[in-house]
C-alpha cells in the first residue's frame, strides 16, 4: 500500500499567521491517466471530513481561499494563509491512485 | 443538498456479524461510485471498501477481504456493507462516502458515521 507521511503532526499556530501542513507519499501519485490524485481533507472536532482540495490544488466550492494546495509525484503541501479560529481541526491528505487509498496520519492544527 | 445517513451500528461479540446501511439523497445515486471509510476512536481514516455506480465493480482493503461485501440497491438509493466475522480491530466510526466523476478517488461527500463497537 502507498504510504502517506505527514508532518508535522501537531500544529500550534498564531491566529492570522499563515501555517503549512507537508504530505510526502511513498510512490508516485501520477496516475496513468496524467493526473495526480491527492486530496486534502478537513476534521473538525466531532464532524466528519470535509474536503477542500482534489487534484493537489483544485479548491472545493464554499473552500476560503486562504487554502491552496500545491506539490507533484510525491511531495505536496498544504498552505492556510491566515489561520482563523474555526481552522482548527485535524486536516489529512489522501492519494486516490492507487488502490487501497490511503490517508496521512493527520495533522491536528490548533491555536496558540 | 447531499445528504448521506448511515444506520446498522452497533456492539457486537468477536465473530459475529452486522449489516450497515446509507441512506443517500440529494443527488442522483445510480451515477456515482460510493464506498465505506473507517475511523478508529482517536486514530485516522481508513478506507474499507469501494462499490461502482453499477455495483459491477468492488474494491475492498486487505484488512477485510473475504469477510466483509459492499452491494448497492440503486433502486433504493441506499448503499450497503456487510460485516461478517468481525474482530476488535474492527471497532470504528463507519463513513459513509460519495464519489465525484473520477469515482471514489476524489470523494466530495461523507455522512456523520455510524459506531461499530466489537467487544465480548
Known amino acids: 500500500d502507498v504510504v502517506m507521511t505527514q508532518s508535522p503532526l501537531s500544529l500550534p499556530v498564531t491566529l492570522e499567521q499563515p501555517a503549512s501542513i507537508s504530505c510526502r507519499s511513498s510512490q508516485s501519485l501520477v496516475h496513468r491517466d496524467g493526473n495526480t490524485y491527492l486530496n486534502w481533507f478537513q476534521q473538525r472536532p466531532g464532524q466528519s471530513p470535509r474536503r477542500l482540495i482534489y487534484k493537489v490544488s483544485n479548491r472545493d466550492s464554499g473552500v476560503p481561499d486562504r487554502f491552496s494546495g500545491s506539490g507533484s509525484g510525491t511531495d505536496f503541501t498544504l498552505k492556510i494563509s491566515r489561520v482563523e479560529a474555526e481552522d482548527v481541526g485535524v486536516y489529512y491528505c489522501m492519494q486516490g491512485t492507487h488502490w487501497p487509498y490511503t490517508f496521512g496520519q493527520g495533522t491536528k492544527v490548533e491555536i496558540k | 443538498e447531499v445528504q448521506l445517513l448511515e444506520s446498522g451500528g452497533d456492539l457486537v461479540q468477536p465473530g459475529g456479524s452486522l449489516r450497515l446501511s446509507c441512506a443517500a439523497s440529494?443527488?442522483?445515486?445510480?451515477?456515482?461510485?460510493m464506498g465505506w471509510v473507517r475511523q478508529a476512536p482517536g486514530k485516522g481514516l481508513q478506507w474499507v471498501s469501494a462499490?461502482?455506480?453499477?455495483?459491477?465493480?468492488?474494491f475492498y482493503a486487505n484488512s477485510v477481504k473475504g469477510r466483509f461485501t459492499i452491494s448497492r440497491d440503486n433502486s433504493k438509493n441506499t448503499l450497503f456493507l456487510q460485516m461478517n466475522n468481525l474482530r476488535a480491530d474492527d471497532t470504528a466510526l463507519y463513513y459513509c462516502?460519495?464519489?465525484?466523476?473520477?469515482?471514489?478517488?476524489?470523494?466530495?461527500?461523507w455522512g456523520q458515521g455510524t459506531l461499530v463497537t466489537v467487544s465480548s
Open positions: 462499490i461502482s455506480s453499477s455495483g459491477g465493480d468492488t
Open positions: 462516502a460519495k464519489g465525484d466523476e473520477t469515482g471514489v478517488r476524489e470523494t466530495d461527500y
Open positions: 440529494g443527488f442522483t445515486f445510480t451515477t456515482y461510485p
